[in-house]
């Protein structure tokens, strides 16, 4: 494989670019921009490592697709997408931001919104009595300033459910309604701005769909028939059991683990400072474990980087089973400390057969690596001691051999 010097210029503009993990994440007019993963990493980067390292036609696996940035930027470059995540949450969103909905969908999510802002008071206390929300999900929502948050959300939850069309649509725009208006926020809103904030959703969500739609359409034209848009709710350490995967090796990973030592909530939403609330789950219809650690490859204790990197190890040799001879897989990892564990995941991705490839013209230090400051995004402040100086990401590049 021809490897231009455009397309790594392209991948070091992408790892560096901007502002963030999720530059593009913040244009609410892209489909990214429909819920804002925790951690997640920008489609330009995404984009650029799908272009530099797979053709049209091959497929690209994120096995720890999260948001599912790679999944979106894959089928806009004309590739399979396969996208497996442990957390149930990344795989609804991965599948409702890329699924390519009927018109019939979209306005049955409209009519929705307008009866959902349109409901009185009374209707949705009603609602609260009757479909109230489970207690494992609401945590810091319990609270008496939100009751009316949660009389609305049960009201709007249990009429989403009950739709024909455009029920993950809707799931979709109820998420993003409550990434706006309740995560990472002191006070509760109002009624007023929460219904407002509904209609906002959909509008800026439905738009956002329909544009990535016709970028898809545009792309695979006569083809679209055989586009494939997989999403699979696995652990990395078992994906080899995808049988889909065995008849059609993916040439490419493309992904961000967990990064070791760092504790993110992927799952929850912090309300009033620091109380914690799982209702994201509740919102997108999936059940599984919420526990705050689950979803980072081995929790926090001492022992923490052992076992983080016997599953990482694992999970590694569970792609190469899978991967394509000769093909590549492109990370981009952040730590708490690179020194010590940079190594250790280097040996892992070793034992599990790939070998690292580094390109000079790409390098930011004498390693021979491309590295990136982390920006201070929601993870960083939320996770690290005040005493860390700052915090980096690196991108790696392996072959497997
Ligand atoms: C850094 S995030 C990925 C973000 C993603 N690149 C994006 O742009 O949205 C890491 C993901 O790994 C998932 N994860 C953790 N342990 C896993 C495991 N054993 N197998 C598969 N996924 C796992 C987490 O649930 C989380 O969604």
New binding site residues.
């Given amino acids: 494989m021809a490897i231009s010097r455009k397309g790594l210029r392209a991948l070091k503009d992408g790892a560096l670019h901007v502002g963030s993990?999720?530059n593009i994440g913040l244009d609410r007019r892209s489909i990214h921009a429909a819920y804002r993963?925790?951690?997640?990493?920008s489609p330009v980067f995404?984009r650029a490592a799908i272009e530099l390292f797979s053709a049209p036609g091959d497929t690209v696996i994120?096995?720890?697709?999260?948001?599912?940035?790679?999944g979106l930027e894959a089928t806009l470059c004309g590739r399979h997408s396969f996208n497996?995540?442990?957390?149930p949450l990344?795989t609804f969103l991965t599948s409702a931001k890329g699924r390519l909905y009927e018109v019939d969908d979209y306005a049955s999510v409209e009519r929705w919104s307008e009866t959902c802002t349109a409901t009185p008071m009374t209707d949705l206390y009603d609602a609260l009595l009757e479909y109230p929300i489970p207690r494992e999900y609401v945590g810091g929502l319990r609270r008496p300033e939100y009751n009316r948050i949660r009389a609305a959300l049960s009201a709007w939850v249990r009429s989403a459910t009950e739709l024909d069309n455009g029920s993950d649509l809707s799931r979709l725009c109820l998420l993003r309604l409550g990434q706006r208006w309740l995560d990472l926020r002191k006070d509760p809103p109002t009624l007023d701005e929460f219904r407002k904030g509904l209609q906002e959703a959909v509008d800026q969500t439905i738009a956002a769909s329909l544009v990535h739609q016709g970028a898809v359409h545009r792309r695979w034209q006569g083809e679209l028939k055989t586009r494939r848009f997989v999403t699979e709710q696995?652990?990395?350490?078992d994906l080899r059991h995808f049988p889909a995967l065995r008849r059609r090796s993916p040439a490419l990973a493309v992904?961000?683990?967990?990064?070791p030592g760092v504790h993110?909530l992927?799952q929850r939403w912090q309300v009033e400072g620091r109380a914690e609330t799982t209702i994201p789950f509740w919102l997108a219809g999936v059940e599984g474990d919420t526990s705050a650690t689950i979803?980072?490859?081995g929790g926090r204790g001492t022992a923490y980087i052992d076992v983080f990197i016997d599953?990482f190890t694992a999970?590694m040799k569970s792609l190469s089973e899978l991967l394509e001879p000769g093909g590549h897989v492109v990370q981009m990892v952040g730590f708490k400390e690179p020194a010590k564990q940079l190594p250790l995941l280097l040996s892992a991705m070793n034992e599990a057969g790939f070998r690292e490839l580094q390109y000079k013209s790409i390098a930011t230090h004498d390693d021979g690596r491309l590295w990136r400051k982390v920006s201070s995004q929601k993870w960083y402040n939320a996770v690290l001691p005040e005493s860390t100086p700052t915090s980096s990401e690196v991108v790696l590049i392996h072959r497997l051999d």
């Fill in positions: 993990v999720g993963y925790p951690a997640r990493f995404a994120d096995p720890f697709c999260g948001g599912g940035t790679t497996s995540d442990l957390n990344a696995a652990a990395i350490q992904f961000s683990p967990p990064y993110i992927y979803y980072t490859l599953l999970g």
